[in-house]
């Protein structure tokens, strides 16, 4: 059974940080570019950041560059997201994918979700 499993998030103070993990399993991901998206209430899903297959490029969007660091550990299928000077806006789910075909930036080029993660950043 093919799973993305994303978990780290929580409720932080503005300012704070969180790592988020995304662990496959029943699929491999050391082969493919991973990205990072959220989704907030009544939002689209909108791209947040990716890696390539061994991790060696990195793509964020504006709002997070300088804050937020995407990495891999592909002897443990596992993508991370270290996310620190948390802001407000910052609030909602966060999804791992894995793209398998496209654009980085945009959800159908991705084969494979995680359930999400809620990240609340509190003011």
């Known amino acids: 059974q093919v799973q993305l499993v994303e978990s780290g998030g929580g409720l932080v103070q503005a300012g704070g940080s969180l790592r988020l993990s995304c662990a496959a399993s029943?699929?491999?991901?050391?082969?493919?570019?991973m990205g990072w998206f959220r989704q907030a209430p009544g939002k689209e899903r909108h791209f947040v950041a990716a890696i390539s297959w061994n991790g060696g490029s990195t793509y964020y969007a504006d709002s997070v560059k300088g804050r937020f660091t995407i990495y891999r550990d592909n002897a443990k299928n596992t993508v991370y997201l270290r996310m620190n000077s948390l802001k407000p806006e910052d609030t909602a789910v966060y999804y791992c994918g894995r793209q398998n075909t496209g654009n980085m930036y945009f959800v159908p080029s991705y084969d494979y979700w995680g359930q999400g993660t809620q990240v609340t950043v509190a003011s």
């Open positions: 029943g699929v491999t991901i050391s082969s493919y570019s």
